[in-house]
């Protein structure tokens, strides 16, 4: 059976900040396998099929701006349980009170702005990191 995948953008703000090798080293150390890499650039249609569960949020708006604020770099990472361990590694939500060790928790904090900017984005579960990796990568990688 292949192992599991999971998408990784390092987003906006991370690439701005000079975290994209940090980010990706914690993935790696841990111990999963980079397997591709790419930069990208979001645009509102990408976006509305990435994020489709939130396109009727308040903070939307906020969040396309954001996302679209600048490159970013898109990563898929394989290995058993990878989405569990990359979603543990990238802490909750919210950078400000994300717990420390993470990287949310120990590279992220509010910013003034409308948006969460918190570094990373890791795919929840196996549908969606296909779906995800299909949208960043081309479908020739779904
Ligand atoms: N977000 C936001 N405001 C909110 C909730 C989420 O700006 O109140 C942004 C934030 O950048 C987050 C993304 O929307 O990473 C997707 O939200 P989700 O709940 O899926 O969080 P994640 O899975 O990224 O932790
Ligand atoms: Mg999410």
Redesign the pocket.
């Known amino acids: 059976m292949a192992s599991q995948r999971i998408l990784v953008l390092v987003k906006p703000d991370g690439v701005r900040r000079h975290l994209t090798g940090e980010v990706l080293h914690r993935i790696e150390r841990k111990g999963y396998s980079l397997s591709n890499i790419s930069w990208v650039q979001a645009d509102e249609e990408r976006l509305a099929r990435h ?1 489709a569960e ?1 396109v009727n949020r308040p ?1 939307y708006p ?2 396309v701006e ?1 996302m679209m604020s600048g490159p970013m770099v898109a990563a898929i990472f394989t290995g058993d349980r990878v989405i569990e361990g990359v979603r543990s590694l990238a802490g ?2 919210d950078p400000t009170t994300a717990a420390p060790g993470t990287i949310r928790g120990d590279l992220g904090r509010a910013w003034s702005g409308e ?4 570094i990373v ?1 890791a795919s ?1 579960s196996p549908e969606n990191a296909e779906k995800e990796i299909a949208i960043w990568f081309g479908e020739a990688e779904g």
């Not at 948006?115 to 918190?118: C, F």
């Open positions: 994020y939130l903070f906020a969040l954001y909750s939500t948006s969460t900017m918190n984005h929840d």
